[in-house]
């Protein structure tokens, strides 16, 4: 294990399950699932550095993936807030620098980083709005950049499920073709910043092709809960995929073909997904859409879903 030691600091990554707790002593949203992360491959320890001051950790970072080959998402990050260091958001700066070169090969872009938990209204309280800006501040001084900031919708049995206006019929998608040539229909005038920037990289129909077998086909779940949409003279309008993932029931993806939009169609998909997930036994149900995605967001509201949680992503160039 190779450590960087500067005046009053050592950066180093965790030796393995045994330093679980040196890494633990800063608080976070993970903590109790990180030693479990770190056994079933999910993390390794070459992922999870700490910056010690006197042998304390004062910052951390850690990333996290699938299957434990390469790391996927940056997850922890971590400056040690309760102490009051004004060089704080420097040594997680110094700290992830560190680390960075030491993982990823020069001219190799790092994987993004997702802050999240955040809560609803994060920049209400300023305190709270502090401490994110700095995790925020020592990804920037790397190089990062913001990319988008995604809000959390979630649907509970208590609340009464959305209405179904009758309109469209629903049925299963019938082949991978099917699914694939739906999601590039609506791709076009999308509003969803990931979706924005690969069909950038790619085309429509290429993005579609990775965004159905990598993404919408990794959830447990089977394929035949997923609904097109379908007005009375036959044509598709668009896609609901509800699905179960290891935290829980989600709406994976929910969209409406380019040409159909703003007819209200993205409330009766909505509502399919719910009413079938809560038919599954669903007590709660969790979706996702960018902040910038205003329709999107009142689509969920309408439904009954309220908006509990969020996150930022940031990526490097």
């Not at 707790?21 to 070459?46: I, K, M, S």
């Not at 001219?107 to 809560?119: K, R």
């Not at 005038?189 to 690969?198: H, M, N």
């Not at 896609?239 to 993806?253: D, E, K």
Request: hydrophobic share 40%; aromatic share 8%; with cysteine.
């Amino acid at each position: 294990m190779e450590s960087y030691v500067t005046s009053d600091l050592v950066f180093r990554p965790i030796t393995g399950l045994e330093e679980i707790e040196l890494f633990n002593a800063l608080p976070g949203p993970y903590n109790d699932g990180l030693a479990e992360d770190l056994q079933n491959g999910h993390c390794r320890a070459d992922w999870m550095w700490v910056a010690l001051r006197d042998g304390r950790p004062v910052a951390r970072v850690g990333w996290w993936s699938r299957g434990g080959i390469r790391p996927e998402v940056l997850e922890t990050l971590d400056i040690d807030d309760a102490h009051g260091d004004p060089h704080r958001t420097d040594v997680g700066a110094r700290l992830l620098r560190t680390a960075l070169t030491a993982l990823f090969p020069a001219g190799t872009l790092p994987p993004p980083y997702v802050l999240q938990p955040l809560p609803a209204n994060w920049r209400d309280d300023s305190t709270t709005e502090r401490r994110i800006k700095g995790r925020i501040e020592v990804v920037e001084r790397t190089g990062g950049k913001f990319f988008v900031e995604r809000l959390r919708y979630r649907w509970t049995s208590g609340t009464p499920l959305p209405s179904r206006r009758g309109i469209l019929t629903f049925r299963p998608v019938s082949s991978d073709e099917e699914a694939i040539d739906l999601l590039a229909r609506i791709l076009p005038g999308t509003l969803d910043a990931y979706s924005q920037a690969d069909v950038a990289r790619s085309s429509a129909g290429d993005h579609a092709r990775v965004q159905y077998h990598d993404e919408l086909l990794s959830y447990p779940s089977p394929r035949e809960w997923w609904r097109i949409g379908v007005r009375p003279d036959g044509e598709p309008i668009g896609l609901v995929v509800p699905a179960q993932s290891p935290n829980g029931f989600v709406i994976a993806y929910l969209g409406v073909i380019d040409g159909h939009r703003g007819h209200g169609f993205v409330n009766d998909l909505l509502a399919e997904g719910t009413h079938l997930l809560a038919a599954q036994g669903a007590e709660r149900v969790t979706a996702d859409t960018d902040l910038g995605n205003h329709p999107m967001a009142r689509a969920f509201e309408r439904a009954g879903y309220d908006n509990f949680a969020g996150r930022i992503d940031m990526r490097w160039d």
